[in-house]
Protein backbone atom coordinates (compact mmCIF):
# COMPACT_ATOMS: atom_id res chain seq x y z
CA UNK A 1 0.00 0.00 0.00
CA UNK A 2 2.98 2.50 0.75
CA UNK A 3 3.83 5.01 -1.85
CA UNK A 4 6.75 6.92 -0.11
CA UNK A 5 10.22 5.45 0.01
CA UNK A 6 12.63 6.45 3.31
CA UNK A 7 16.83 5.68 2.17
CA UNK A 8 15.23 3.65 -0.64
CA UNK A 9 12.59 1.48 1.81
CA UNK A 10 9.01 1.63 2.22
CA UNK A 11 7.36 3.40 4.51
CA UNK A 12 3.73 3.84 5.83
CA UNK A 13 2.95 7.36 6.43
CA UNK A 14 -0.03 8.08 8.75
CA UNK A 15 -2.63 11.30 9.45
CA UNK A 16 -3.52 11.41 12.43
CA UNK A 17 -6.14 12.91 13.89
CA UNK A 18 -8.74 13.40 17.29
CA UNK A 19 -11.18 15.55 18.57
CA UNK A 20 -12.63 16.69 15.48
CA UNK A 21 -15.58 17.35 17.43
CA UNK A 22 -17.81 16.97 14.21
CA UNK A 23 -16.08 20.12 12.10
CA UNK A 24 -16.80 19.19 8.21
CA UNK A 25 -15.12 22.57 7.33
CA UNK A 26 -12.09 20.57 7.84
CA UNK A 27 -12.46 17.50 5.33
CA UNK A 28 -11.23 19.08 2.48
CA UNK A 29 -7.85 19.80 4.69
CA UNK A 30 -7.63 16.41 5.55
CA UNK A 31 -8.80 15.24 1.71
CA UNK A 32 -6.06 17.35 0.43
CA UNK A 33 -3.41 16.14 2.70
CA UNK A 34 -4.19 12.83 2.33
CA UNK A 35 -3.80 13.01 -1.33
CA UNK A 36 -1.03 15.46 -2.06
CA UNK A 37 1.25 13.62 0.84
CA UNK A 38 0.62 10.21 -0.33
CA UNK A 39 -0.83 9.19 3.49
CA UNK A 40 -1.59 5.49 3.95
CA UNK A 41 -3.89 5.81 6.92
CA UNK A 42 -6.19 8.64 8.03
CA UNK A 43 -5.63 7.76 12.25
CA UNK A 44 -8.90 8.50 14.19
CA UNK A 45 -8.25 8.47 18.02
CA UNK A 46 -12.18 9.47 19.11
CA UNK A 47 -14.34 11.88 19.07
CA UNK A 48 -15.19 12.35 15.24
CA UNK A 49 -18.62 12.89 16.14
CA UNK A 50 -19.86 13.32 12.57
CA UNK A 51 -20.55 10.15 10.60
CA UNK A 52 -20.47 12.19 7.29
CA UNK A 53 -16.54 12.99 7.74
CA UNK A 54 -15.61 9.24 8.12
CA UNK A 55 -17.45 8.46 4.87
CA UNK A 56 -16.24 12.09 2.95
CA UNK A 57 -12.68 10.88 3.56
CA UNK A 58 -12.99 7.47 3.16
CA UNK A 59 -14.25 8.07 -0.48
CA UNK A 60 -11.87 10.41 -1.55
CA UNK A 61 -8.65 9.00 -0.76
CA UNK A 62 -6.39 6.30 -1.80
CA UNK A 63 -5.37 5.09 1.80
CA UNK A 64 -7.37 3.41 4.82
CA UNK A 65 -9.30 5.23 7.17
CA UNK A 66 -9.10 3.86 10.79
CA UNK A 67 -10.12 5.04 14.11
CA UNK A 68 -11.87 4.46 17.63
CA UNK A 69 -14.20 5.29 19.17
CA UNK A 70 -14.92 8.27 22.07
CA UNK A 71 -16.69 9.36 24.84
CA UNK A 72 -18.75 12.22 21.89
CA UNK A 73 -18.54 9.11 19.25
CA UNK A 74 -22.51 7.92 19.39
CA UNK A 75 -23.42 4.53 17.16
CA UNK A 76 -24.07 5.97 13.58
CA UNK A 77 -20.00 6.78 14.10
CA UNK A 78 -18.94 3.01 14.71
CA UNK A 79 -21.27 2.40 12.20
CA UNK A 80 -19.83 3.80 9.20
CA UNK A 81 -16.52 3.11 10.45
CA UNK A 82 -17.47 -0.74 10.46
CA UNK A 83 -18.78 -0.39 6.97
CA UNK A 84 -15.27 0.28 5.81
CA UNK A 85 -13.35 -1.84 8.00
CA UNK A 86 -11.91 0.67 9.89
CA UNK A 87 -13.37 0.65 13.50
CA UNK A 88 -10.64 -0.80 15.41
CA UNK A 89 -11.76 -0.92 18.97
CA UNK A 90 -10.26 -4.09 20.74
CA UNK A 91 -8.99 -5.40 16.88
CA UNK A 92 -5.78 -5.36 15.26
CA UNK A 93 -5.34 -4.50 11.62
CA UNK A 94 -2.39 -5.61 9.82
CA UNK A 95 -0.79 -2.85 6.96
CA UNK A 96 2.16 -3.08 5.07
CA UNK A 97 3.28 -5.54 7.63
CA UNK A 98 2.79 -3.56 10.79
CA UNK A 99 -0.35 -4.62 13.32
CA UNK A 100 -2.24 -1.39 14.39
CA UNK A 101 -4.38 -2.10 17.61
CA UNK A 102 -7.11 0.62 19.11
CA UNK A 103 -8.83 1.32 22.83
CA UNK A 104 -11.78 3.19 22.50
CA UNK A 105 -13.80 4.47 25.01
CA UNK A 106 -14.37 1.28 26.32
CA UNK A 107 -10.98 0.86 27.22
CA UNK A 108 -10.91 -2.29 29.44
CA UNK A 109 -13.58 -4.01 26.51
CA UNK A 110 -11.34 -3.36 24.09
CA UNK A 111 -8.06 -4.23 26.06
CA UNK A 112 -9.52 -7.65 26.50
CA UNK A 113 -10.21 -8.41 22.93
CA UNK A 114 -6.65 -7.25 22.14
CA UNK A 115 -4.92 -9.27 24.42
CA UNK A 116 -7.40 -12.73 23.40
CA UNK A 117 -5.83 -12.22 19.58
CA UNK A 118 -2.64 -13.00 20.27
CA UNK A 119 -0.72 -11.21 18.21
CA UNK A 120 2.45 -8.83 18.50
CA UNK A 121 1.27 -4.58 18.32
CA UNK A 122 3.46 -2.76 16.69
CA UNK A 123 1.31 0.89 16.78
CA UNK A 124 -1.36 1.19 19.51
CA UNK A 125 -3.91 3.90 19.35
CA UNK A 126 -5.70 4.70 21.96
CA UNK A 127 -8.75 7.41 23.58
CA UNK A 128 -7.26 7.99 26.42
CA UNK A 129 -3.65 8.49 27.48
CA UNK A 130 -1.72 6.15 29.69
CA UNK A 131 -1.78 6.95 33.23
CA UNK A 132 1.94 7.80 33.42
CA UNK A 133 1.85 10.70 30.82
CA UNK A 134 1.56 13.71 32.84
CA UNK A 135 -2.12 14.45 31.89
CA UNK A 136 -5.47 14.36 33.15
CA UNK A 137 -7.93 11.29 31.97
CA UNK A 138 -5.27 8.42 32.10
CA UNK A 139 -6.46 4.97 32.19
CA UNK A 140 -4.73 1.77 34.10
CA UNK A 141 -5.68 -0.87 31.16
CA UNK A 142 -4.20 1.12 28.73
CA UNK A 143 -0.37 0.80 30.75
CA UNK A 144 -1.56 -2.58 31.08
CA UNK A 145 -1.67 -3.26 27.06
CA UNK A 146 1.60 -1.32 27.02
CA UNK A 147 3.24 -3.44 28.83
CA UNK A 148 2.21 -6.52 27.99
CA UNK A 149 2.14 -6.27 24.31
CA UNK A 150 5.21 -3.66 23.74
CA UNK A 151 3.83 -1.47 20.92
CA UNK A 152 6.49 0.75 19.68
CA UNK A 153 4.21 3.46 18.61
CA UNK A 154 1.30 4.58 21.09
CA UNK A 155 -1.01 7.81 19.84
CA UNK A 156 -3.11 9.12 22.18
CA UNK A 157 -6.53 10.47 21.21
CA UNK A 158 -6.68 12.51 25.16
CA UNK A 159 -4.65 14.93 27.26
CA UNK A 160 -3.21 17.48 25.35
CA UNK A 161 -4.53 20.64 22.98
CA UNK A 162 -1.14 20.72 20.59
CA UNK A 163 0.46 18.65 18.96
CA UNK A 164 3.00 16.74 21.31
CA UNK A 165 5.88 14.13 21.04
CA UNK A 166 7.48 12.34 23.91
CA UNK A 167 9.64 9.53 23.06
CA UNK A 168 7.38 6.60 21.38
CA UNK A 169 4.24 8.88 22.58
CA UNK A 170 2.15 11.04 20.17
CA UNK A 171 -0.54 13.10 20.95
CA UNK A 172 -2.04 14.56 17.52
CA UNK A 173 -3.55 17.59 19.89
CA UNK A 174 -7.15 19.17 19.04
CA UNK A 175 -8.12 18.30 15.48
CA UNK A 176 -11.08 20.89 15.89
CA UNK A 177 -8.34 23.24 16.19
CA UNK A 178 -7.03 22.31 13.22
CA UNK A 179 -3.77 20.09 15.11
CA UNK A 180 -2.44 16.75 13.64
CA UNK A 181 0.19 14.40 13.32
CA UNK A 182 1.84 13.17 10.06
CA UNK A 183 4.19 10.08 11.61
CA UNK A 184 6.50 8.50 8.91
CA UNK A 185 7.23 4.68 10.24
CA UNK A 186 9.65 2.44 8.21
CA UNK A 187 8.52 -1.10 9.23
CA UNK A 188 11.95 -2.92 9.27
CA UNK A 189 13.84 -0.76 12.03
CA UNK A 190 11.01 1.07 13.52
CA UNK A 191 12.51 4.39 12.27
CA UNK A 192 10.38 7.12 13.28
CA UNK A 193 9.66 10.40 12.11
CA UNK A 194 6.35 12.85 12.89
CA UNK A 195 5.79 16.46 12.21
CA UNK A 196 2.99 18.65 14.23
CA UNK A 197 1.42 20.79 12.21
CA UNK A 198 -1.91 22.34 11.72
CA UNK A 199 -4.48 22.04 9.08
CA UNK A 200 -5.77 25.70 7.90
CA UNK A 201 -1.97 26.05 6.72
CA UNK A 202 -2.70 23.89 4.34
CA UNK A 203 -3.39 25.86 1.01
CA UNK A 204 -5.71 24.06 -0.93
CA UNK A 205 -5.27 23.45 -4.26
CA UNK A 206 -7.84 22.62 -6.79
CA UNK A 207 -9.65 20.69 -3.90
Not at 73 to 101: A, M, Q, T
Not at 131 to 149: E, R
Request: charged share 25%; hydrophobic share 40%.
Amino acid sequence: MSHYKWDGLMVLRILAASNINGREDLVPYIIYLANTEKIDVVLFCGNIVSPLIIDEISKRIKGRVLGVAGNLDDPSVIKILKSINGFIDGRIVEIDGLNIGGIGFNPELSVNRLLKENKHLDILVSFYPSIKTPFKNGVGMVDHLIKTLHPKIVVFGRGYKECLVNDKYIFPGDGYKGFYALIEIKSKDYRIKTYCHRLQNIVLDNY
